[in-house]
């Protein structure tokens, strides 16, 4: 199969072997020397070796649920290895932690006067470096969303929302889901339907985001069973995965509107 390329948002790259592009992809962004989030456990998996780039530098401590040290100490290792970009390589705790560093590379402390709770939208400026994001469960679709969860010091879980936070290029290979095991399959594959659901039954009117949170219903009702049966069936990773990219598109169903509505968000959905 052909891998596609397709604009909305941001650039997605969707297809088996879409890996291969990233080369590619960073070149265009400019990027010499990214540094890869990640966690430990991918990391023993092998997935860094898959990666076609050279030079890169990893951070592999993220957690389930990432926590604002760790950001500082990605931040710490960008810096000291005279990085130029990041790429986030996992499921949504690696790519929120990388939005998250990713942020803070231009931006000063506190980190908490950028939540969304505190106003922080506003204070959220396009000097981000770029960020390629790169999923390996098919759920949670923080690859072309613009919001980022965190636990910061003082135990608060906050959300970050801001259009800069979105990754400027989703590298989405359905080949790279087929290690998780069942239960993950499921939980991922129910947050995507989480999405869908929510997205539809929100009263922003987007017909478009209407009809990708319809269609990513239909893909995920249809195939998160035999992904979960079956976690080598080609299709059902590939309809997973597109499930979970719409998920996340849909999700986005506000942002065009953001800077016409009275609450400055414009609605999560």
């Known amino acids: 199969m052909t891998v596609a390329r397709i604009s909305y948002l941001t650039d997605i790259w ?4 879409a890996l291969d592009r990233v080369p590619e992809i960073l070149g265009q962004l400019g990027v010499s020397k990214p540094l890869v989030v990640t966690d430990p456990h991918l990391r023993s998996l092998g997935f860094l070796n898959r990666l076609p780039i050279s030079p890169f530098v990893v951070f592999d401590q993220v957690e389930t649920n990432p926590e604002e040290e760790k950001a500082w100490e990605a931040l710490d290792l960008y810096k000291k290895n005279g ?3 990041f790429i986030a390589l996992g499921g949504g705790s690696s790519i ?14 506190p980190l908490s006067r950028y939540a969304a709770v505190a106003g922080g939208w506003d204070l959220i400026e396009p000097l981000l470096p770029p960020l390629v994001a790169i999923p390996t469960t098919a759920g949670s679709g923080s690859e072309v969303g613009r919001a980022a ?12 929302l801001s259009p800069h936070l979105i990754p400027r290029a989703a590298v989405c290979d359905p080949e790279l889901t087929v290690s998780m095991p069942a239960s993950l399959t499921a939980a991922t594959g129910m ?13 922003r009117e987007n017909p478009v985001a209407d009809a990708m949170a319809l269609e990513g219903f239909r893909k995920a009702y249809s195939f998160l069973s035999k992904a979960c049966t079956n976690g080598n069936d080609a299709e059902a990773r590939r309809q997973m995965l597109l499930a979970a990219l719409l998920g996340g598109l849909t999700f986005q169903k506000g942002l065009g ?11 999560l959905a």
């Not at 932690?97 to 803070?104: M, Q, R, S, V």
């Not at 969860?149 to 970050?160: A, P, V």
């Not at 800077?259 to 968000?265: G, M, R, T």
């Open 149 to 160: 969860l965190i636990t910061l010091k003082s135990g608060e879980k906050l959300g970050f």
């Open 96 to 109: 929120d932690l990388a939005k998250i560093t990713a942020l803070l590379v231009h931006h000063g402390p």
């Open 14 to 17: 969707f297809g088996e072997s």
């Open 191 to 203: 947050d995507a339907i989480s999405h869908c659901i929510e997205a539809y039954c929100s009263t």
């Open 83 to 85: 990085c130029d970009g």
């Open 257 to 267: 509107a953001v800077h016409s509505l009275s609450h400055p968000l414009g609605g």
